[in-house]
């Protein structure tokens, strides 16, 4: 099968074309980007220097039975619907088609919807909780990487418990490749600094996809891949282990982590793979569930859970090509 990478001179575009060039079934016959169209992927990606891949213009009638879309919010929107219409399968990466409810998705991000129409067609890109629609889905919107810690961290509770405060802590790559003050070295380097302390937009995700009242604050800390999420649930304090276990049985990226601290879900444990590891500890004496769940922001957040989605879409098996365990250390 050929792919084809929309903006993949960034950071989700990187790590798409890493796990696709070693995935049995692709060919990876495009990659465009504007700054460095005609140029060789190792001119941005220094990493991919044996790569004979190289950046061409886009176009709508890219040869490819399978498109990413790794572009910012509201670029992503302008080109979905003329690729839709060529029957190609599209994944995108932005936050364009991935909250329902129109009104929402202006309000939280501040733009007018251009494409309002495929809101209803995106299947959420979340093979945890929709790998059936997944399966027989031509459109997916990829998740937000804090929405994916957080939603999975969750989503066994659903029903159980109705609110939910959740601390998360991000890397740099999160913000994308272009810096700016706030993942300057000097602001980034031994800090840890709220950036979000309320508001933050994947909240919304996280209540479409779990129907908890979400609070979420959001901390930037001095890594380059990883996010925390610690998921604090008041007044609810059963033992929910089986339950985690059982819900999640099925789910081959999910691992669910024993209480003791030393193994508790951790960013150095997932980096460079597709996993999340979920733990779950109780305070019966304060009548609180803390949920923690880790993942590599850029895999399991972005470009891995694009590609185990493409898995489903085409009838492979969902760990194809994303088998590789984490860097450890890292
Ligand atoms: N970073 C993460 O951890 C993460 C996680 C989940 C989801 N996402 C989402 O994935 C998308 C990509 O994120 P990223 O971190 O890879 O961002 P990035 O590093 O900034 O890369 C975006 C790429 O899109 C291209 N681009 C920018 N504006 C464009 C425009 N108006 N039209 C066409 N191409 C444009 C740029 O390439 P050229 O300038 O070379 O054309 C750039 O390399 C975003 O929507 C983001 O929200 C990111």
Redesign the pocket.
Known sequence: MKAAI????????ADLIRILDSHPDIEISAI?????LGKSVWK?HPSMRNLKLR?TE?TKDVDADVIFL????T??MEKVPELLETGVKVID???DFRLKDVKIWEKTYGAKHTAPNLIEKAVYGLPELHREEIKKADFVS????EATAGILALAPLQGKADKVIIDVKVGG??????GNAGTHYPARAGNVRPYAPVKHRHQEEIKQETGFEVSMTAHAVDLVRGILATCHIPNFSEDVSKLYRDFYKDSPFIRITPKDPKFLPNPKYVVGSNYCDIGVVTDEEHKRTVVFSAID??VK??SGQAIQCMNLMFGLKEETGLEALPLYPA
Request: net charge positive; proline share 3%.
């Open positions: 929309i903006g993949a001179s960034g950071y989700t575009g465009t980007s504007r700054k460095y941005a950046f886009y790794a572009l910012p919010h670029a992503s990466l932005s936050a990829g998740t937000g990487c790559s999160a913000a994308g490749s272009t922001n850029l957040g972005a």
